[in-house]
Nanobody, 126 residues
Framework: QVQMVESGGGLVQAGGSLRLSCAAS????????MGWFRQAPGKEREFVAA????????DYADSLKGRFTLSRDNAKNTVYLQMNSLKPEDMAVYYC???????????????????WGQGTQVTVSS
């Protein structure tokens, strides 16, 4: 059974930083692309970032480039989302996800991910 467990969310002041972690189990982690998405109150869930399985290439939502950094540690079956210069508009529940099949192509599409965590809340105070 595949499990994705996010952690690291919390309350931070605007301009501050948080690092989210997502630990995966039940799959061959190193063979899967990983993604982060977020959902703010009253809004649809949106793409944040993704990282490939092969080379660790990354992709970010245009509005987040330069502030967010996604990395992975295949030895620990964990991905990390470093979030800097946080803004009130970054406040949301953040979800990590693993793609459907091994050796897939990195994607921004939610339908490309089959395994999801329960989410972790990020609150940014102004």
């Amino acid at each position: 059974q595949v499990q994705m467990v996010e952690s690291g969310g919390g309350l931070v002041q605007a301009g501050g930083s948080l690092r989210l972690s997502c630990a995966a189990s039940g799959l061959t982690f190193r063979n899967h692309c990983m993604g982060w998405f977020r959902q703010a109150p009253g809004k649809e869930r949106e793409f944040v970032a993704a990282i490939s399985w092969r080379s660790g290439n990354t992709d970010y939502a245009d509005s987040l480039k330069g502030r967010f950094t996604l990395s992975r540690d295949n030895a620990k079956n964990t991905v990390y989302l470093q979030m800097n210069s946080l803004k009130p508009e970054d406040m949301a529940v953040y979800y990590c996800a693993a793609d459907r099949t091994a050796w897939g192509t990195m994607t921004r599409e939610q339908r490309g991910y089959d395994y999801w965590g329960q989410g972790t809340q990020v609150t940014v105070s102004s």
